[in-house]
């Protein structure tokens, strides 16, 4: 059985930063690309952003670029999200989840293992 445990989410205010870090166990972490998802209320689950397996490529929803940075430690089986000068709108519920293929990275349907969820709150 797979999991992913996403940790590092909270209260911040407008311009601040946050790290998310995501755990996983019970696969190879190694040979998965990995994504962040996020779902604010009322709205559906969008991507974020995606990296693969070697960290060779990364991606980002043009929302979140220049502000965000994926990352991974394979030695660690962990995926990072550092975001940076965050927005109100910025405010959801961030997942991560892996994916065998980094093709499809911006689809929900190319994803098998999802998180719990983490919330992040940007205040005014």
């Known amino acids: 059985q797979v999991q992913l445990v996403e940790s590092g989410g909270g209260l911040v205010q407008a311009g601040g930063s946050l790290r998310l870090s995501c755990a996983a166990s019970?696969?190879?972490?190694?040979?998965?690309?990995m994504g962040w998802f996020r779902q604010a209320p009322g709205k559906e689950r969008e991507f974020v952003a995606a990296?693969?397996?070697?960290?060779?490529?990364?991606d980002y929803a043009d929302s979140v670029k220049g502000r965000f940075t994926i990352s991974r430690d394979n030695a660690k089986n962990t995926v990072y999200l550092q975001m940076n000068s965050l927005k109100p709108e910025d405010t959801a519920v961030y997942y991560c989840?892996?994916?065998?293929?980094?093709?499809?990275?911006?689809?929900?349907?190319?994803?098998?293992?999802w998180g719990q969820g983490t919330q992040v709150t940007v205040s005014s």
């Open positions: 989840a892996s994916t065998p293929t980094y093709r499809s990275r911006s689809s929900e349907r190319a994803y098998d293992y």
């Open positions: 019970g696969r190879t972490f190694s040979s998965y690309a």
């Open positions: 990296i693969t397996w070697n960290a060779a490529n990364t």
